[in-house]
């Protein structure tokens, strides 16, 4: 009688784990399509020396220098200040923990 457990135990195991996956999908994964990267490198404006907030529009940058600058925003004056934290952000070390060198066996 226990062989019958385990043997229905296991028959079980196998249909739970083969039913993941449909037996049409195949048995390795498919893996993801090449891209062409070149085609679509400057799509959005990355590339472009702009500031991160415009997010690539045009008329928002004509319509900023035709603004005087004590009318212009203060993160289009400052643009380029921004975009060097954001690439070299400031950082401080964790203060070790002062339970975690206590530990009790």
């Given at each position: 009688?226990?062989?019958?457990?385990?043997?229905?135990?296991?028959?079980?195991?196998?249909?739970?784990?083969?039913?993941?996956?449909?037996?049409?999908?195949?048995?390795?994964?498919?893996?993801?399509?090449?891209?062409?990267?070149?085609?679509?490198?400057?799509?959005?404006?990355?590339?472009?020396?702009?500031?991160?907030?415009?997010?690539?529009?045009?008329?928002?940058?004509?319509?900023?220098?035709?603004?005087?600058?004590?009318?212009?925003?203060?993160?289009?004056?400052?643009?380029?200040?921004?975009?060097?934290?954001?690439?070299?952000p400031q950082t401080y070390p964790q203060r070790p923990s002062q339970f975690a060198g206590n530990q009790l066996n």
């Amino acid at each position: 009688m226990a062989v019958y457990k385990i043997a229905l135990a296991i028959a079980m195991l196998v249909a739970l784990t083969s039913a993941q996956r449909p037996f049409y999908a195949g048995l390795r994964p498919i893996g993801y399509p090449s891209v062409e990267t070149e085609s679509i490198s400057n799509r959005f404006g990355e590339d472009a020396d702009q500031p991160i907030e415009a997010r690539g529009d045009g008329n928002l940058i004509n319509r900023l220098n035709q603004m005087p600058i004590d009318k212009q925003p203060f993160w289009y004056l400052n643009w380029r200040f921004y975009d060097a934290q954001r690439k070299n952000p400031q950082t401080y070390p964790q203060r070790p923990s002062q339970f975690a060198g206590n530990q009790l066996n």
